[in-house]
């Protein structure tokens, strides 16, 4: 039988206790003290010889801390193991998959080398931005989808007369498969984001949404931009409640309260990034993967 044991970082410490608890796999505790400069000293204990190591670490804000804390915890794991996963449920920098001006950085693919670098065999993420971040990994790698679990908890909602609601084309399969799942019909707007100022227009013109609940399926809400924008188009266009499900909520620059603001009546998010609207648990499909 393969055993695993699971370390987790600062930043996903009740998700992998909660991955550990489903695999019946020891939790090994990492000790993380931050030193007033921002550097981290990570200290943990033994390790049971043979078993494959999970490291459980999201690169949520601050970002490079929790990515160079990833980075440390699994090359000292190498040390002691041959076989490292790396379970990194929010993949920061997914969104710099690509050269989308001249002369930019294509981070992800530098954070997927470092990963390897480090001593990962394996990678497993959650709702990765995109198909492109993903295959800058030249390792194993499996990506979660989130969208059954999330689904799940809107159907026990049972609203009425439901539609969902992709805030970009991107977004279309995502809120394809969240509807088919509630077994109800979506739509996808269009968006625009300006590259340079990351300011975010609706450029959609008329949508049927009158009276309906909206439920508007996102990947990461970040500063909120493109829910309030698509918020207050779809308010305009007199719909009823609007609900929103995303996988990772970063909720920078106020996020949060400006979705509320826009009359947005409840947002619900996974423990990728563990936030107040973290009500639905992963653990059990990250676990079901790993098995
Ligand atoms: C964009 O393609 C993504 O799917 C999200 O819509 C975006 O990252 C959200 O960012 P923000 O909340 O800053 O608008």
Do not use: W
Request: net charge positive.
């Amino acid at each position: 039988m393969v055993k695993f044991a699971v370390i987790a970082g600062n930043a996903s410490k009740d998700l992998g206790k909660r991955i550990a608890r489903k695999l019946k796999a020891p939790y090994v505790e990492a000790k993380t003290r931050v030193f007033p400069d921002g550097e981290s000293k990570i200290t943990f204990g033994r390790i049971q010889k043979n078993s494959i190591i999970l490291v459980v670490q999201s690169t949520y804000p601050p970002v490079d801390t929790n990515l160079l804390q990833a980075l440390s915890i699994i090359s000292q794991a190498r040390k002691v193991s041959s076989k490292i996963y790396a379970i990194i449920p929010y993949m920061g920098y997914a969104r710099q998959d690509r050269q989308f001006l001249s002369g930019e950085v294509v981070t992800m693919s530098i954070v997927a080398r470092m990963l390897k670098s480090a001593g990962a065999q394996k990678i497993v993420v959650v709702d990765i931005h995109s198909k492109i971040a993903l295959n800058h990994f030249k390792i194993p790698k499996e990506n979660i989808s989130a969208i059954p679990e999330l689904a799940k908890y809107f159907k026990r909602m049972k609203l009425k007369d439901a539609l969902v609601v992709s805030p970009d084309m991107g977004g279309a399969l995502r809120a394809k498969k969240f509807a088919s799942l509630i077994d109800t019909d979506f739509i996808a707007l269009k968006k625009s984001r300006n590259r340079n100022t990351g300011k975010v227009v609706i450029q959609s013109s008329k949508v049927d949404v009158r009276g309906k609940d909206l439920i508007l399926v996102d990947d990461i809400i970040s500063t909120g931009g493109s829910i309030v924008k698509a918020t207050q188009f779809l308010k305009k266009q007199k719909c009823k409640r609007v609900f929103v499900a995303c996988t990772h909520g970063l909720f920078v620059e106020g996020a949060e309260k400006k979705i509320k603001n826009a009359g947005v009546s409840r947002i619900i998010s996974t423990n990728t990034i563990p936030r107040n609207t973290s009500k639905v648990d992963i653990s059990g499909v990250i676990a079901d993967s790993i098995r």
